[in-house]
T-cell receptor
Framework: SQQGEEDPQALSIQEGENATMNCSYK?????LQWYRQNSGRGLVHLIL?????REKHSGRLRVTLDTSKKSSSLLITASRAADTASYFC????????????FGTGTRLLVSP | GAVVSQHPSWVICKSGTSVKIECRSLDFQATTMFWYRQFPKQSLMLMAT?????????EQGVEKDKFLINHASLTLSTLTVTSAHPEDSSFYIC??????????????FGPGTRLLVL
């Protein structure tokens, strides 16, 4: 399977704490994207980081990418109850027909 | 902008019947559309990729005769689950790409369709 893996599978924290999720992938990539999915809903695009970038910020989100280790991390700072959702990384392959390959996801629960 | 809709949002059907799910790009032309399936508490798995006016490309293990995909216009793709069985019960999500599958950066996701086959 080409699917990436994320850890932890589930994360439970209190409001105000930071949440860190990790993603590992298997092939060379053009870019890596993070998505959020609320229960039973569609995907919301959060942030995209290209293979030649190492870090990117967007509001309370910070994403890092280490292509040598084929891994990425998503940090959500000062978490809120509304951040409760599943988070998926998705990679765009470097060669061949380009399609997104999703990771296994991290279920985040932020308690008030 | 870049809104993708799906209809219906949920459907319940009897085993053996066929179900059609529509995916529309509301304010842009989608040269490529993707269909994913997601089982409970699992990730999205790509089922097939369709380009407007041509046959869909199916992922390994996905039966093309069971999951019929039609991308007849630049704003509409349909997925028909033929002779549905309970194991086809899942969450089906489409996405649309404006760059003929080359970008990935321009893939917009629909809200999903939940299918329950009794």
């Amino acid at each position: 399977s080409q699917q990436g893996e994320e850890d932890p599978q589930a994360l439970s924290i209190q409001e105000g704490e930071n949440a860190t999720m990790n993603c590992s992938y298997k092939t060379s990539i053009n870019n890596l994207q993070w998505y959020r999915q609320n229960s039973g809903r569609g995907l919301v695009h959060l942030i995209l980081i290209r293979s030649n970038e190492r870090e990117k910020h967007s509001g309370r989100l910070r994403v890092t990418l280490d292509t040598s280790k084929k891994s990425s991390s998503l940090l959500i700072t000062a978490s809120r109850a509304a951040d409760t959702a599943s988070y998926f990384c998705a990679t765009l392959k470097r060669t061949g027909f380009q399609k997104l390959v999703f990771g296994t996801g991290t279920r985040l629960l932020v308690s008030p | 902008g870049a809104v993708v809709s799906q209809h219906p949002s949920w459907v319940i059907c009897k085993s053996g019947t066929s179900v059609k799910i529509e995916c529309r790009s509301l304010d842009f032309q989608a040269t490529t559309m993707f269909w994913y399936r997601q089982f409970p508490k699992q990730s999205l798995m790509l089922m097939a990729t369709s380009n407007e006016g041509s046959k869909a490309t199916y992922e390994q293990g996905v039966e093309k005769d069971k999951f019929l995909i039609n991308h007849a216009s630049l704003t509409l793709s349909t997925l028909t689950v033929t002779s549905a069985h309970p194991e086809d019960s899942s969450f089906y999500i489409c996405s649309a790409d404006t760059d003929r599958g080359r970008g990935g950066e321009t893939q917009y996701f629909g809200p999903g369709t939940r299918l329950l086959v009794l």
